[in-house]
């Protein structure tokens, strides 16, 4: 079948877009509002774009009933800064917690029971237990349509602990350690990067040029 992606409805592109664009990365989100309030939200719209600046973008969706922005996006707006923290298995129920719909004033992590620590070049937390932290600075931010907001940011610092980096000065990490998990298809659905895995090498040219 063929959809004409202008004409469908809100709901049926979503679910286009949800549906095949799997799996996706998930970037659990700390931020601080001005008044020093912390929030931390879970984002699956979202993905490494560049490396010059290392640079990453967050997809962060409006209030769908009211079509404000939602916390994370008020937060980095005002402040300019925050925190991508990328999620383990043993993390996925304290992130799935904090997606719910909770009032500015409640700072999820402590309601999940989440450890946290201070950041080295920015204001708002890490989450203790992710494998990957990044401290990022807002670059860009843009309207893009009624219910959604793209911002750029330059990632400044990036946390990994000691266990999953094989090789300091290579810069060889034990990627498969992390057991970092993505986003699938559907309401609720994730998936394990411990699935099969296979491998290819990037080749030089075509084979009837050899």
């Given amino acids: 079948m063929q959809f004409d ?10 679910k286009i877009i949800n549906s095949t664009v799997t799996p996706r990365p998930i970037a659990w989100v700390t931020t601080l509002s001005p008044d020093g309030v912390g929030n ?11 490396d ?16 404000q922005m ?48 201070p950041s080295s070049a920015v204001k708002p937390p890490r989450i203790a237990s992710s494998p990957v932290g990044f401290e990022c600075r807002k670059l860009a931010a843009l309207d893009i349509g009624p219910r959604q907001t793209v ?11 000691d266990e999953f980096v094989l090789d300091p000065e290579k810069l060889y990490l034990d990627t498969p350690a992390m057991k970092l998990i993505g986003r699938l298809h559907g309401s609720g659905w994730y998936t394990r990067a411990s699935g099969d895995m296979f491998k290819m090498e990037r080749p030089v040219g075509f084979p009837d040029e050899a």
């Fill in 5 to 14: 992606m202008r004409a469908l409805p809100l709901l049926a592109r979503y």
């Fill in 40 to 50: 931390t939200a879970p984002y699956s719209f979202f993905n490494a774009v560049g």
């Fill in 52 to 67: 010059d600046p290392p640079m990453l973008v967050l997809g962060l969706l409006k209030h769908p009933v009211t079509g």
């Fill in 70 to 117: 939602k916390d994370t996006a008020r937060n980095i707006m005002a402040t300019g800064e925050f925190v991508v923290n990328l999620v383990s298995e043993s993390d996925a129920e304290r992130m799935n917690l904090c997606s719910v719909d909770a009032p500015a004033e409640v700072d999820e992590a402590a309601r999940a029971g989440l450890e946290m620590l």
């Fill in 151 to 161: 911002v750029l940011g330059e990632i400044l610092v990036a946390h990994i602990p």
